[in-house]
């Protein structure tokens, strides 16, 4: 039986890319001329709107990565089928990386300190006691390290799948040799990715917008949206390419195994999202409630609960079945809402922060959005254009073939 190894970009595929990442463009230039150039609370909403937008997607794509060395570091084999699905995707980090560093120094160094109240701290206390972390020499150095090690690592992960794409197959000390080494870059990912992603880089980049609240759960919060986020983003593509004829190795099983990441991760983000809650509730502490107060009882209250009913119950209920899980119309489905979910969480996370009083969410957000989708869509297809599907000499390839769940 032969199989179809390497992906065409449809025409409609890449009109499709190309037709987002314009709308994205203008949308950028639009919004700039509308709120960049208006007072700091039209300005804080023009970048608020790039920084969420940014910064949510970029920690998407970089969750492909983070799967990939975490089924590495278990021995995983399930994932082979699909295996070059997340690595496309993962490539997506470099432009989104790129953007997504020089929005975030563009706030720094402009000292857009309506945004980042800690560049101006004056005699604020509390911001003078954090002024170790927060500030400005701090925040660019981890900022540069933190997205070029994921850049760097992720693409030496992908160099070490090529190695064998164009040989024969390994001899078991080969392949025990290869193994090892794949074993090593991955833990240093994820070191790098518990350095960063899981602690430091969430505190910098989102919760110091409110620099005199802190929540020491707020990056595991962080992770776990954009985590899940990702697992659904993986299922798109591979749904999308089982139905252009490709991959044809990935069956009902593992499609109920990436439903299986989608459900239980929704009700991780949960655990995190009500402990979060209810701890600073139960608490009662002013300089804690005061993240929450017109999140719950102010303007964003509507956005706040609609996050839970899409992120947790809708989930729960669809996705707890097992036919759910192999059902590619409520797969897609249900991925686009975790998607659109979590993005939204975003929104209300940054947003929220910097416009306290009334909610401005319009076209100008779904634009922007737009135009990051659309980069993910012609960065991912790209990537997939240039290597196998199958990664057939991989020692683990065999175990993905008879995968049963």
Known sequence: MSFREQFEIPAK????????????????????FMYGTGDEHQNSRFWGTLLYNSVFFMLVVNASM?????????????????RR???????????????????????VLGHKHHIYHWLTPGNDKILLGKSGFLNAN???????LSIGGWIFLGAKMRAISKEIDNREALSVEEGKAYIFKNTIWASLF???????VMSTVPWLWLMSLDAHWYSTMYSWYTFASTFVAG????????????????????????????????????????????????LIWYANIPEETVYFKHRVQGPYRGIFFLNLIVNFIAPLLILMRRSSKRNYTLLVFMAALIICGHWLDFYQMVIATLSKEHV??????????????????WSTGNALTKRSLIAKN?????ESIIHHT
């Open 85 to 107: 699905v997340t690595e496309a995707i993962s490539t997506a980090v470099v432009p989104l990386g790129i953007i997504s560093g020089v929005i975030l120094l563009t706030l």
């Open 66 to 82: 983070f799967f990939i060395c975490a089924t590495t570091m278990a021995m995983g084999g399930f994932q082979m089928a699909f």
């Open 13 to 32: 595929y890449k009109m499709w890319s190309m037709i987002l990442m314009a709308i994205g463009i203008v949308s950028v230039l639009v919004g700039y």
């Open 190 to 196: 994820l070191v790098w990715f518990g350095l960063t």
């Open 394 to 398: 991989h020692p683990f390839f065999k």
């Open 231 to 278: 697992m659904s983003l993986i299922t798109l593509f591979v749904i999308y390419l089982k139905n252009q004829g490709y991959l044809e190795l990935v069956n009902h099983e593992h499609l109920h195994d990436l439903g299986k990441f989608m459900f239980a991760f929704s009700v991780f983000w949960t655990y995190l999202w009500f402990s979060q809650y209810m």
């Open 138 to 144: 701090f925040f660019i150095i981890w900022t540069i």
């Open 360 to 377: 401005e969410l319009n076209f100008f957000d779904f634009g922007v959005a737009a135009g990051f989708v659309g980069l993910i869509m």
